[in-house]
């Protein structure tokens, strides 16, 4: 199942950055040289193909990959325009940084990189935590996206959602 972002209604959540701020927690875009590094996250993290779709995002000008960073660690990303133009994913954060907040900065910030690039709408391709989508942006179903542009695939690319 895909969801629909309606972009010009997301706000920054200036409330959430300040409290990751205070707790070193940096949400930025990445930066070429960090594309190995932010890859072997990805792979070992969630999944060959989430890797893959992240190194398509990284390749857009500029790099169409979101991280979050402490202390010079990374600690999630997102990315869009990955698997399809339009589209934001993957995500994912460190599973002994969740719960902090991390995720939804990085999707606000992402979703923000995406009006700022054009989009009116965001899809969230085959979206698995639907709540937190639903939750933190007001993300709503497709209607008939249950297979979603993902329908065919070789490789089994969800294996972390
Ligand atoms: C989904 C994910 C990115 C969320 O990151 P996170 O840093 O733990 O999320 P946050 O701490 O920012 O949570 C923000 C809010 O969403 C809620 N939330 C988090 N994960 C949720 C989930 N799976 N389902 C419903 N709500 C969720 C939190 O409780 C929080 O609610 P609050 O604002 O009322 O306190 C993370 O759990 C993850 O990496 N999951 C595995 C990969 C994945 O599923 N990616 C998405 C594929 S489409």
Known sequence: ?????????????????????????????????????????????????????????????????????????????ACYDAIALGFFGPTGVDEAARGLGIGKALLIRTLLAMRERGYGYAAIGWAGPVDFYARAVGAIPIPGSEKSVYAGLLDPLLGAS
Do not use: H
């Not at 199942?1 to 309606?6: C, F, K």
């Not at 932010?38 to 991280?67: H, K, N, Y």
């Open 1 to 77: 199942m895909d969801l629909l972002v309606r972009l010009y209604d997301v706000a920054a959540d200036a409330a959430l950055d300040a409290r990751l701020r205070e707790n070193g927690v940096a949400v930025r875009r990445a930066l070429a040289p960090e594309l190995e590094t932010i890859r072997a996250f990805v792979a070992a993290r969630f999944s060959a193909g989430w890797a893959s779709e992240m190194q398509v995002a990284f390749s857009r000008d500029p790099t169409a990959c979101l991280i979050a960073v402490r202390d010079g660690k990374l600690l999630g990303f």
